[in-house]
């Protein structure tokens, strides 16, 4: 039998090491979720941009009524003859009975195209998911917009009165060389093992977006952003 003194510092020692032990775990976990979490700022900071720009008028005013909301804050387009661009991006959805946002669901954007261009353009990107179609290409493991789903560019300045009725409206802002960005025929991808890294799991996107089964207190203000603006805004319905 251990004396008394002995065994007290044995619990001590064991204790001592599962403590190290968690602390390296939650460190590991947020060194993993540190690209995640820098998207999620990006987006967030991309979405008030948005919606104080006095251009974006029409994304203010119909912010309200749509589905879901994908924000990349960083598409890069280059090329020279032949071209093309991606990013990241989180999307978040609306529950229809709470109101509440749910999200952030990580997507891959990638997009090839041919023709007569030069430079790189940096663009950030807000699209609107104004259909249950629109949502549900989403849902999939990857949608070609375009093709599985319609979508328009959202209606900018001047501009701000027209009416649009496809399954997305694109908003962007870029600097460089190209004028703008086309999203016509850009695939959209789960980005499962970013989701995986956020969450400290395997999840899909019905599990962050329907069934809010996986949260991550980190992307709150996001959500509080997107609620705040969809209340305040007149209803596109």
């Not at 990107?125 to 560019?153: E, Q, R, Y």
Request: glycine share 12%; net charge neutral; no cysteine.
């Amino acid at each position: 039998m251990l004396p008394i003194a002995t065994g007290v510092r044995a619990v001590r020692h064991w204790a001592a090491l599962v403590g190290l032990a968690s602390l390296l775990a939650i460190g590991g976990q947020a060194s993993a979720q540190t690209e995640q979490q820098d998207v999620v700022n990006a987006a967030e900071t991309t979405f008030l941009n948005f919606m104080r720009d006095p251009d974006m008028t029409w994304l203010q005013r119909h912010i309200s009524g749509v589905k879901a909301v994908l924000i990349a804050p960083q598409v890069v387009k280059a090329g020279w003859i032949l071209g093309g661009s991606g990013g990241r991006a989180v999307l978040f959805a609306r529950n229809e009975q709470t109101g509440r946002w749910e999200g952030p669901a990580f997507y891959n954007l990638a997009t090839a195209s041919v023709g007569f261009q030069a430079g790189i353009a940096v663009s950030e990107t807000v699209m609107l998911v104004t259909t249950g179609k629109g949502l549900n290409s989403l849902l999939a493991t990857s949608v070609k917009l375009g093709g599985d789903a319609s979508i328009a560019a959202g209606p900018v300045g001047a501009g701000a009165n027209t009416d649009v009725t496809t399954d997305f409206v694109a908003f962007s802002r870029s600097k460089g060389i190209y004028g703008g960005l086309n999203l016509d025929g850009t695939v959209i991808s789960v980005a499962d093992g970013w989701n995986h890294a956020y969450y400290g799991r395997a999840v899909l996107p019905t599990d962050i977006l329907l069934t809010a089964q996986a949260h991550n207190p980190q992307a709150d203000r996001l959500a509080e952003a997107l609620s705040r603006a969809a209340s305040t805004n007149t209803s596109m319905r």
